[in-house]
């Protein structure tokens, strides 16, 4: 089973920048979709940025021409750069990676804009 484990977070001005890290165990990672989410005190979890296996992305309208997300399959990591960032995109950011019947989270990662 994939495991995942988020870093990079932390506390940042607004119009600041970060990157997060999600490293996963397993030999099949490049197989996998892997997403982004984010949950805010309050509110649903929801979607942030999405690449496939083949590497087609997909961001929410409210992210987009901020963030970026990659992957390298030969480190098993997939990344969130976030630039611009807002006092709205404080949240707990999460990891996520699905195949077939497989869902996987990793523990999140706090994020906070402020300052």
């Known amino acids: 089973q994939v495991q995942l484990v988020e870093s990079g977070g932390g506390l940042v001005q607004p119009g600041g920048s970060l990157r997060l890290s999600c490293a996963a165990s397993?030999?099949?990672?490049?197989?996998?979709?892997l997403g982004w989410y984010r949950q805010a005190p309050g509110k649903e979890r929801e979607l942030v940025a999405v690449?496939?296996?083949?590497?087609?992305?997909n961001y929410a309208d409210s992210v987009k021409g901020r963030f970026t997300i990659s992957r390298d399959n030969a480190k098993n990591t997939v990344y969130l750069q976030m630039n611009s960032l807002k006092p709205e995109d404080t949240a707990v950011y999460y990891c996520?990676?699905?195949?077939?019947?497989?869902?996987?989270w990793g523990q999140g990662t706090q994020v906070t804009v402020s300052g």
């Open positions: 397993g030999s099949i990672f490049r197989l996998y979709t």
């Open positions: 996520n990676a699905k195949i077939a019947l497989v869902d996987r």
């Open positions: 690449i496939t296996s083949g590497g087609s992305t």
